[in-house]
């Protein structure tokens, strides 16, 4: 079973930077995507960034110039730097990856993440 484990959420205030890390259990070359998805209280969970094998990324469209979406294979990490914070970036963070074959969807347990104005 693979196991997707994030660190990195906290509180901070806006204007400020958080960086997350997601740690596979496995080699992350196994996957054919992964990125971030965030959910806030009282809305559906939602696309942050995506990273490919390829290290071809997307972004949402309100987070491009603020967030970035790295990988390191030898860690099997995942990172998402998240910079100019605002209140609405506030959520819980949830790491994602998509198996190559067979194409199973895997979710980490996610990380709060909130910003205070």
């Known amino acids: 079973q693979v196991r997707l484990v994030e660190s990195g959420g906290g509180l901070v205030q806006a204007g400020g930077s958080l960086r997350l890390s997601c740690t596979a259990s496995k080699s992350i070359l196994g996957f054919s995507t992964m990125g971030w998805y965030r959910q806030a209280p009282g809305k559906q969970r939602e696309l942050a960034a995506t990273?490919?094998?390829?290290?071809?990324?997307d972004y949402a469209d309100s987070l491009k110039g603020r967030f970035t979406i790295s990988r390191d294979n030898a860690k099997n990490t995942v990172y998402l730097q998240m910079n100019n914070l605002k209140p609405e970036d506030t959520a819980v963070y949830y790491c994602?990856?998509?198996?190559?074959?067979?194409?199973?969807?895997?979710w980490g347990q996610g990380t709060q993440v909130t910003v205070a104005s």
């Open positions: 994602y990856a998509r198996n190559r074959w067979p194409s199973d969807d895997y």
């Open positions: 990273i490919t094998s390829g290290s071809s990324t």
